[in-house]
């Protein structure tokens, strides 16, 4: 794959910038479950966070492919991009579906830093991966809808001043299909917060600032919703595929690291006098890994091509995902080996990246999903649940 200079050139700029940001820097956000807040804003001072947005609006207006490529260096680079990659992947329903004024409004202060959009709330506690059945309500009051319910794991909501927001504004037994009823809010959370909004942080295995979210008759003004009311999940649905491209493109990224690190220890690491990476035992795993992963890489690049395009990349943003996480998953557990004790030393960083790996085979869609919608909708098996 030979690829255009305007790419290579965005490589190099992505490449340069994470150097400034060494494992020290991450190994202490991460001993002290510390926002990136230095990273993110050289990201967005740099203008890569602004990525898609349009030229008109401020930013570079780039296609998903430029954008896949910047997270996957970022992640190549050993850093974490899970900091700030929900700007990107929100961005789609925005900028799709927002009305003029919604983008006048916000679009401009996004690319300058200005507004952080980086929250993105559907998850809910009960519903789990059933999106369809969840419960946060958004009931229209004159000029304002009035939020009630719970979302879980809305990541970096601290963090950010925006929040795309999925709810349900019509009752499910009220609607003819299930699809039907749920709709998408851009919630300004600088003004919610305290009145009737509060956030919760919840602590996990890596350092991912995610939270819980609680809806108390927040008031939001009704020109804060997309698009027309009720037809949210369809909207979701587009702006999905291109967060599975992205993320599967930080995952392309990971298997590049955990590869590149098992190779320069497994050529400079000597026992029974000679390099480990000397023993077929050592070297096929790193080899495997390899292969697995550039399959995964023509297939994010693939997908974000079918996307950009104007298709529907259903298959291929879900296989891409699939494929993507798998590898870098695979890759991440070849590191530690490759390592042997020396994986688990938080000095190599290795046990770092493969806790933040670990994600991505579970969200923001798990591997079962992903295969149910493959099974169902491009192999035309019957539906499973
Ligand atoms: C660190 C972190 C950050 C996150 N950030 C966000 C965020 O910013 N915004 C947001 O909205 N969400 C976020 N999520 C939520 C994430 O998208 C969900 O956790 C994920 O989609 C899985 O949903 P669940 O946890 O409810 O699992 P469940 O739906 O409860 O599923 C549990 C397990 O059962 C399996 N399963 C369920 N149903 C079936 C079935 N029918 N067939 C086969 N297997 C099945 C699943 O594959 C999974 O392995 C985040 C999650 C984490 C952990």
Known sequence: MTESDDIAEIRRAVQALCAEFPGDYWREKDRERAYPGEFVDALTKAGFLAALIPEEFGG?????????????????SGCNGASAHAQMYIMNTLLRYGSVAQKAQYLPGIASGALRLQAFGVSEPTSGTDTLSL??????????????????????????????????????????????????????MRA???????IKPIRTMMNHSTTEVFFDDLRIPASSLIGEEGK?????????????????????????????????????????????????????????????????ELMVHHAAAV?????????????????????????????????GGFGFAEEYDVERKFREARLYTVAPISTNLILSYLAEHVLGLPRSY
């Open 60 to 76: 570079s207006g780039l296609k998903l492919d430029a954008a896949a490529v910047i997270m996957e260096e970022i992640q190549a």
């Open 135 to 188: 419960r946060t309500v958004a009931v229209r009051d004159g000029d304002t809808y009035v939020v009630n319910g719970q979302k879980i794991w809305t990541s970096r909501a601290e963090h950010s001043d925006l929040m795309l927001l999925l709810a349900r504004t019509t009752p499910r037994e009220q609607v003819t299909k299930k699809t039907e009823g749920l709709s998408i809010f851009l919630v300004d």
């Open 192 to 198: 919610a917060v305290g009145n009737g909004l509060t």
């Open 232 to 296: 949210g999940f369809r909207y979701i649905l587009s702006g999905m595929n291109a967060e599975r491209i992205l993320i599967a493109a930080e995952c392309v990224g990971d298997a590049k690291w955990f590869i590149r690190k098992a190779t320069d220890y497994a050529r400079d690491r000597n026992v029974f006098a000679r390099p480990i990476g000397q023993n077929q035992g050592v070297q096929f795993p790193i080899a495997r890994c390899y292969a697995q992963m550039r399959a995964a």
């Open 307 to 339: 996307y950009d395009a104007g298709g529907n990349p259903g298959e291929e943003a879900n296989m891409a995902k699939l494929l993507a996480s798998e590898a870098s998953w695979a890759a991440a557990d070849m590191c530690v080996q490759t390592h």
